[in-house]
């Protein structure tokens, strides 16, 4: 099975700095995709962003970015002009391309300081 | 709002107890997926079904099952609960199978169950 390893437990940033979280992933396969979900005390699962492993371009959505390097297999999620409201865990997961199973990270509990 | 819904939002019930959690997934998604958290702890897959078939199996113990019903929402049956089953128990749907970033998952509220 693939494996996700999110190797920051804790990690806290200064309200409008940008932070990365990093993520990487084991797999022997060339087609995936990777997602981050973001999870506010809330508890509720909210889907970030995500990439196709055949796309070159990372992806962007808004103040969230990606860098992935897929030899590398490190899939980092970088959030630009920290708000309050970004403050949550943040899961990375794969799925291979045809699989049925989301693979998750255990999660990187994000702390934004005013 | 993913389109996912849970219920019951708050479960609280003793050990050695049955419960039944439902889930209905997003309009047109025909996969559903069940998923455990406990306190503190990541994501663990559970259970899939596409379509009223069982598709694939995680860490799910033999006490709990689950079901697609023809109207595709699904439940989560837990039986003989023991103190270790408190978690938050999250349904996701998605479109289909697998394939394609038609694929990702969304996650419903979640149901927190509580064993006392």
């Known amino acids: 099975a693939q494996t996700v390893t999110q190797s920051q437990p804790e990690m806290s940033v200064q309200e409008a700095e940008t932070v990365t979280l990093s993520c990487t992933y084991d797999t022997s396969e060339s087609d995936y995709y990777l997602f981050w979900y973001k999870q506010p005390p809330s508890r509720q699962m909210i889907l970030v962003i995500r990439?196709?492993?055949?796309?070159?371009q990372n992806a962007t959505e808004n103040r969230f970015s990606v860098n992935f390097q897929k030899a590398a297999k490190s899939f980092s999620l970088k959030i630009s002009d920290s708000q309050l409201g970004d403050a949550a865990m943040y899961f990375c997961a794969y799925r291979s391309d045809g699989g049925n199973q989301f693979y998750f990270g255990t999660g990187t509990s994000l702390t934004v300081i005013p | 709002d993913s389109g996912v819904t849970q219920t019951p939002k708050h479960l609280i019930t003793a050990t050695g107890q049955r419960v039944t959690l439902r889930c209905s997934p997003r309009?047109?998604?025909?996969?559903v997926y069940w998923y455990q958290q406990s306190l503190d702890q990541g994501l663990q897959f559970l259970i899939q079904?596409?379509?009223?078939?069982?598709?694939a199996k995680g860490n799910i113990l033999e006490r709990f099952s689950a079901q697609q019903f023809p109207d595709l929402h699904s439940e989560l049956n837990l039986s003989s609960l023991e103190l270790g089953d408190s978690a938050l128990y999250f349904c996701?749907?998605?479109?289909?199978?697998?394939?394609?970033?038609?694929?990702?998952?969304?996650f419903g509220p979640g149901t927190r169950l509580t064993v006392l």
């Open positions: 990439q196709e492993a055949y796309k070159q």
């Open positions: 079904y596409y379509n009223g078939e069982e598709r």
């Open positions: 996701a749907s998605s479109a289909g199978i697998a394939g394609g970033m038609t694929d990702t998952q969304y």
């Open positions: 309009s047109g998604d025909l996969s």
